[in-house]
């Protein structure tokens, strides 16, 4: 995030100013030095709530979120005021979304059905299943099973950012904040989500990449791998049913 560094040695004058005070100039000014997380935030998860949702809306509830979180700052906790923002923009924005939500209970039932076979084949298989073990594991066909995965990517993906997001909630919201064992755990964390992608078959790596990391929306990667969004789509659930998994079981270990 473009916090510079003068803002940033001024962030802790301005949060106790703000504490003792409760000036709302000086709040505005530190929202303003965060907008960026706010957006980055935001664009992040912008393939999740298109078409269901205005980014301006996101952007608003993220800034809502962050003024929350100057009020609810502890700085006594140890943890980074850019961490805690940060969660409480992301837990906003899935809240956002899970009220927005419009998917039909059927679909709803499938994507929980598809989620947990994957995680039993996985399991019982010690690998990802192929598509065709899911397809089996469903009572589906081939065609019938990418339809679904097209059609669930955004609840997959909400669902592997609400685990990410209540894991980061448990280990830095805690009343001791970032410890030494907490900030070796969140690099393991992220170790083991970087050797998961790693991992992914190509396609999927691919499209994992252009996601988190290039922040491409499904349409910009279709364009780029010369591919339909729904195939897209297809993909990146199947990633995300990969990862999630991964997490989980890292998380439970």
């Known amino acids: 995030m ?19 005070t409760g000036d709302i100039n000086v709040r505005n000014e530190i929202v303003l030095m965060y907008m960026d997380l706010v957006r980055i935030i935001a664009v ?17 509830e993220g800034v809502i979120a962050l003024m929350a979180a100057i009020d609810g700052f502890d700085p006594d ?12 923009i992301k837990g906003a924005v899935i809240d ?44 589906m066909t081939a ?7 097209a059609n669930t990517a955004g609840m997959i993906t909400l669902s592997f950012e609400e685990l990410l997001y209540e894991d980061n909630l448990d280990k830095n919201m805690s009343a001791t904040g970032e410890t030494a064992d907490s900030k070796i755990y969140e690099r393991e964390k992220k170790q083991v989500i970087a050797d998961a992608v790693a991992a992914l078959p190509e396609k999927e790596k691919q499209v994992v990449t252009m996601y988190y990391y290039e922040k491409l929306k499904y349409s910009e990667i279709a364009k780029v791998m010369g591919i339909t969004q729904s195939r897209v789509c297809q993909i990146h659930s199947k990633a995300m049913l990969t990862l999630k998994n991964k997490l989980e079981s890292y998380i439970n270990s």
């Open 96 to 139: 956002y979304m899970r009220k927005l939500d419009r998917v039909p209970r059927t679909l709803r039932k499938l994507s929980k059905q598809l989620d947990d076979n994957f995680a039993r084949l996985n399991s019982e298989l010690c690998r990802a299943p192929t598509d065709e073990e899911l397809a089996q594991s469903m009572n």
């Open 44 to 60: 992040s998860m912008h393939n999740i709530y298109a078409g269901y949702a205005d980014s301006d809306d996101i952007i608003n």
């Open 77 to 88: 906790k140890n943890v980074k005021f850019e961490t805690y923002a940060g969660i409480r």
């Open 143 to 149: 065609a019938q099973l990418s339809k679904l995965m």
């Open 2 to 20: 473009a916090v510079s560094v003068q803002n940033k040695e001024r962030l802790p004058e301005l949060l106790e100013k703000y504490r003792i």
